[in-house]
């Protein structure tokens, strides 16, 4: 199975240079997290870095984490080529714990948790390097709409997104798809999984969104017909 520090320049290239602020999807994520000036946030699974370059130019203070070497070197490039004061550290999202725990106002997982093997070590470690009263907010491929076996059938009515093996929890990879879904593969869970794993490691949820996209925005037109993207906000009690 490949893994990120195997697609490292790949995914780097794949996600482009645009900026964060263009992607509609991050402006509901941004909404969602409020001002984050003066605040200690960690990007949880960063990659290059390219939310946390965002953050620290919002003011934050940016701890990046990730546990691909590769993409970390390219975001210290950056770090180096245009210091913002973010540290980036190697670290197992599913092993979260001291020197980390209870320092973060808020911790985002942009666009990462579905690359993630393991849920529930997950939570509980944000959970552990939250202060209380802190925010966790991530976003990931709708898992409704996002399977093993998702697609899209042209009808008389248009395209719709087609779905099945929703319960089929687990590792899978496609052969056709052009992102991260068809390189490294992604790992399924239902919608109650996600939601009751995060409850269950002690986060209280506080919204959902599921932003619709315009035809503007996207060129797959069923993306404004169905959510692509699940965004969750909760909070540390
Ligand atoms: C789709 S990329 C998203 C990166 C970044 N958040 C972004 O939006 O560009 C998924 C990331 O999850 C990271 N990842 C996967 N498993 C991880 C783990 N167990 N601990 C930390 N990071 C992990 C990968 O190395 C990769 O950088």
């Not at 992607?23 to 949880?44: K, N, Q, T, W, Y």
């Not at 529930?120 to 399977?147: D, E, K, M, N, Q």
């Not at 996600?194 to 409850?199: F, I, M």
């Amino acid at each position: 199975m490949k893994t990120y520090d195997d697609i490292a320049e790949w995914y780097d290239q794949w996600i482009g240079t645009s900026a964060m602020g263009d992607d509609p999807i991050f402006a509901e994520v941004a909404a969602l997290m409020g001002d984050v000036s003066g605040r200690r946030i960690c990007d949880l699974a960063c990659g290059q870095g390219r939310v946390a370059r965002y953050l620290a130019q919002s003011g934050a203070r940016v701890v990046g984490v990730d546990l691909s070497a590769k993409l970390l070197a390219i975001a210290r490039r950056h770090e180096e080529a245009d210091p913002r004061g973010i540290e980036y550290v190697q670290a197992d999202a599913r092993q979260l714990d001291e020197p980390l725990a209870g320092t973060f106002d808020g911790v985002l997982c942009f666009m990462a948790l579905m690359d993630i093997q393991d849920l529930a070590p997950t939570f509980h470690g944000v959970t552990r390097i939250l202060r209380p009263g802190g925010w966790f907010v991530f976003s990931i491929l709708h898992p409704c709409y996002h399977t093993s076996r998702s697609g899209e059938m042209e009808t008389a009515e248009g395209t719709v997104r087609t779905i099945g093996r929703y319960f089929e929890e687990g590792h899978w990879r496609s052969d056709t798809r052009p992102g991260p879904p068809g390189r490294v593969g992604s790992y399924h869970r239902t919608l109650s999984t996600y939601l009751n794993t995060l409850t269950a490691a002690g986060l209280q949820l506080v919204r959902l969104s599921e932003p619709q996209l315009s035809p503007s925005n996207t060129n797959r037109a069923v993306w404004s017909d169905v959510p692509s993207i699940l965004i969750v906000s909760s909070r540390k009690p």
